[in-house]
């Protein structure tokens, strides 16, 4: 007799540790809510992570997992999955696991487009290590290893990714749980390595620092919910929208001119490479930058 699994039956008895207000708590109930509706087997499902925060993630969920090393997490989630192609494996990393001493690991995991699904918990700061500044951290980010402000510029995971030519690209962020949701449900679907980058707030080390695009009163004006072959339209009535021209990205009235606002095609290779170009002029999300 099959059993209908529920978002409960994903959850493990382990007791959840991390900071009271953590945007981890809503990535992991969006994630279960996720394979809940998909009925994903969790005899079938494993969750492989490196370390930092984020990485505690596989003992919250009752199915198979590992807390592996230091950056390695793609490696090891690559032979896991060369060799057992039947399972659904997912790997968990934050800012600092894949973007510094695991960056060479997350590039080729990403290259080599084996079936893996990639979540990077992005909060540009190591939250388990005591507010370091991180490979995303903003140029000037005051913290213990850069007391007078960082002076370097941040990677974009991303652009990154793009460069690496990841075959599925997405971004969303922990105040949006049903965006969530359909971004790790086209991941899971997508047939080849899938990014997710989540903007995830720490509260105790980085605490706001995506609040200019992920609070209510922002969101309208700064977040684009980007659906491949739609409008690229924003602001709290869809009264503004985006224009590709001369290479550029520009905000114009979808009001006064609804027939020049861009059309966002997941396919075409050089308008998504423009529209990269812009991503850190709105907090632009969507289920799929490239499916190639």
Sequence with gaps: MSITLTKKDYASDNEVRWCPGCGDYAILNAIQKTLADLQ???????????IGC?????????????HTIHGRAPAIATGLKLTRSD?????????????????????????RNVNLKIVLFNNQIYGLTKGQYSPTSRKG???????????????????????????FIARTFDKDIPHMEKVFKAAYEHKGTAFIEVLQNCVI???????????????????????????????????????????????????????????????????????????FNHAITCPSWRTL
């Design 40 to 50: 994903a087997p969790r005899e079938k499902t494993v969750f492989i992570s490196g």
């Design 141 to 167: 980010t005051k913290s213990k290893t850069t007391p007078e402000g960082s002076i370097d510029e941040p990677f974009s995971p991303v652009r990154l990714a793009f460069g690496a030519e990841a075959t």
């Design 205 to 279: 080390f980085n605490d706001g620092v995506y609040n200019e695009i992920t609070e209510k009163q922002f969101r309208m004006e700064r977040a684009i919910y980007v659906e491949n072959n739609k409008k690229l339209l924003f602001g709290k009535d869809h009264e503004k929208g985006l224009k590709l021209e001369n290479h550029d990205l520009k905000v114009i009235s979808a009001v006064d001119y609804p027939d020049e606002v861009s059309i966002f095609d997941e396919t075409n290779e050089n308008f998504i490479i423009e529209f990269i170009k812009n991503e």
């Design 87 to 111: 399972l659904d494996v997912w790997v968990i990393t934050g800012d600092g696991d894949a973007l510094s001493i695991g960056g060479n690991h997350f590039i080729h995991a990403l290259r």
């Design 54 to 66: 984020s990485s505690r993630f596989p003992y919250y969920m009752n199915t198979y997992g590992f």
